[in-house]
């Protein structure tokens, strides 16, 4: 095959890569876009390279690989910065800034954002701009930082509604109602989160679906409303199996676990959520792994009354929260431990100082927990000798 022509086909696979990955056919799509990355460099086409690395690391990340993930993308943003091609070197940073915070570095996520969002700007380029936004929100929401999510949230959402991308429009609703859950507002948590997935699925977006129902699960069961948790959570793991979705997957897994605990089937519970940290740890999830562990802690200490078990999965979750700069998940590991030696411990004061701490953690972000753990730390200093 001549260079020309090659390059013309290789061009022709990372456009059907794109696609096909776009349709949840991620297998298909990264073979697809491994063939056209071996023509591209066959013909010693820098550009294309470039572009069919950005493009395989989204397969690569979607399917659990974000180590390889971030390979690529250094790989394609060295050349773009090597070809003076700038807006390839944004969308790279900004893939980039999305394996960052799934590998739990929500410090470096940011700063990949940011960067992304600066060349979009200085290139006028309006969607970028809205994606990039939508991004720097959602890493913020994982770090904590509500009112600066919402209000980054709500920028991207005004630009993706005035650019006619329901993509884009479904994706920020979606987090803006994991924002709103998190925050206490269960109501338009679940209508803002029932719009995203209605747009997932006019849209045909099987991994959208996937997150939206995983997260409608969580408000379904904060809402006292377990069976359609359950649902909810069962519909989204068998879509992820499906594409495959590894995260997804293990979100679904989590999720499914802490209904069974709910429902009063902890043995399963315990079998499900350690199902899900075997894929978090397989796909170097960390911000997803402490999301298990705190809720695998709920079970062991109040399901299966082992608080030694639970103080142990505590610590483990505190511990990664606070190298990925999560927050609300440290809070509510150190009112797990505190909980555990409020049970264990002759001297309740190191559960009062954990609790404490955990109080004013959940005041500072603004969340319904302080509530909860208020009225715990009143039982535990009334108790004699405090």
């Not at 972000?365 to 909860?372: A, C, D, F, K, S």
Request: with cysteine; net charge negative.
């Amino acid at each position: 095959m001549e260079i020309n022509a090659k390059r013309s086909y290789a061009r022709s696979l990372v456009d059907s890569g794109a696609a096909q990955r776009k349709t949840g056919e991620l297998k298909l799509s990264g073979e697809t876009l491994t063939r056209a990355l071996a023509l591209f460099r066959e013909a010693d086409d820098r550009a294309g390279e470039a572009d069919a690395l950005t493009e395989l690391s989204l397969v690569r990340y979607t399917t659990g690989d974000s180590l390889l993930a971030a390979d690529e993308l250094l790989s394609a943003i060295g050349i773009y910065r090597e070809t003076g091609n700038r807006l390839g070197e944004a969308e790279a940073l900004d893939s980039l800034g999305t394996v960052r915070h799934l590998t739990g570095d929500c410090a470096g996520s940011i700063e990949a954002f940011g960067s992304a969002l600066a060349v979009f700007r200085e290139l006028d380029d309006r969607h970028g701009e809205a994606k990039a936004v939508k991004n720097l929100g959602f890493v913020l929401y994982l770090t904590g930082d509500y009112p600066a999510a919402r209000s980054h949230l709500d920028s991207a959402l005004a630009l993706f509604v005035e650019l006619g991308d329901q993509l884009g429009e479904a994706n920020t609703v979606k987090n803006i109602g994991v924002t709103l859950q998190l925050t206490g507002d269960q109501l338009a948590a679940t209508a803002a989160l029932t719009r995203s997935l209605d747009l997932y699925r006019e849209l045909g977006n099987r991994m959208g679906q996937v997150n939206a129902l995983n997260c409608l699960a969580v408000v379904r069961y904060l809402t006292g409303a377990p069976s359609a948790a359950r649902t909810a959570a069962a519909e989204a793991l068998e879509l992820a199996r499906a594409l495959p979705y590894r995260v997804g997957e293990a979100d679904s897994l989590r999720e499914l676990g802490f209904v069974h605990h709910l429902t009063g089937d902890h043995e399963t519970a315990v079998n499900t959520l350690r199902q899900a940290l075997a894929i978090f740890t397989e796909t170097g999830d960390r911000l997803g792994r402490i999301e298990a562990l705190n809720r695998l802690g709920r079970v062991y200490l109040d399901g299966e009354n082992t608080p030694r078990n639970a103080m142990a999965v505590y610590e483990e979750a505190r511990g990664l929260a606070r190298e990925t700069g999560s927050r609300h998940e440290e809070a509510r590991a150190a009112e797990g431990i505190g909980r555990c030696l409020a049970r264990i411990a002759d001297d309740t004061g190191a559960a009062v100082a954990e609790l404490e701490w955990a109080l004013g953690a959940y005041r500072a972000l603004g969340v319904p927990e302080q509530e909860r753990v208020a009225d715990f730390l009143a039982t535990v200093t009334a108790r004699p000798g405090l």
